[in-house]
């Protein structure tokens, strides 16, 4: 996590990121905030997260920070927690957000890197590596030129196709979904 928040707090034009897991079982207090929200339990108040503050911050400065979730087939628990909890204050922070479906993310990178990464300043990407259950194992950085222009085509041949997150925000919350644990 030290090498993500170095380029989180050290970048001076674009931070992107691209999420594709079904769920991501962070293990601090998102996870127990998740456990809580799919339990019922009410959240008090709405305290800014880190995340918020650094968003803010980030694009007061001018900078931009933006990232694409890969929908899965079926919207889970989990994605409409981060909508509810997660998206919607981080748009209002200035991150930009969207959204892509899982087929057309597969139909359109079946030649190109797939996976979550982040591209920082179109210089460094930080690959995301994970468990197949969504537990986070750490980062590999990539920083060959000719590597980072095929994450960057990536990133850029998914933007394209890429919805802005309200539309699935829109489906979330005119939709009874039925909760699977």
């Known amino acids: 996590m030290d090498e993500l928040m170095k380029h989180l707090n050290g970048f001076k034009i674009s931070a992107r990121r691209i999420e594709t897991l079904p769920v991501y079982k962070i293990e601090d207090d ?5 456990q809580n929200y799919i339990n019922g339990v009410p959240e ?6 880190d995340w918020f503050r650094t968003v ?11 990232r694409i979730r ?14 509810e909890t997660g998206y919607v204050p981080h ?7 969207h959204t892509i479906s899982i087929e057309k993310y597969n139909a359109l990178l079946s030649q190109i890197k797939k996976g979550d990464f982040w591209i920082f300043d179109d210089e460094t990407v930080l690959e995301m590596i994970y468990s197949d259950d969504g537990k986070f194992l750490g980062t590999n950085v990539v920083d060959e030129s000719f590597a980072v ?6 990133y850029d041949k998914i933007k394209k196709d890429a919805d ?3 539309a699935v925000l829109k489906i979330i919350r005119n939709k009874s979904i039925k909760k699977e644990y």
């Open 30 to 34: 998102e996870w127990e905030e998740y």
């Open 70 to 83: 890969v929908i899965p087939e079926e919207i889970n628990p989990y994605i409409i927690f981060e909508f």
């Open 56 to 66: 803010v911050q980030h694009t007061k400065n001018g900078r931009v920070v933006e």
């Open 164 to 166: 802005d997150f309200s």
């Open 149 to 154: 222009q095929e994450f960057i085509r990536s």
């Open 91 to 97: 748009s209002v922070a200035g991150e930009k957000i």
């Open 44 to 49: 008090h108040s709405f305290e800014p997260s």
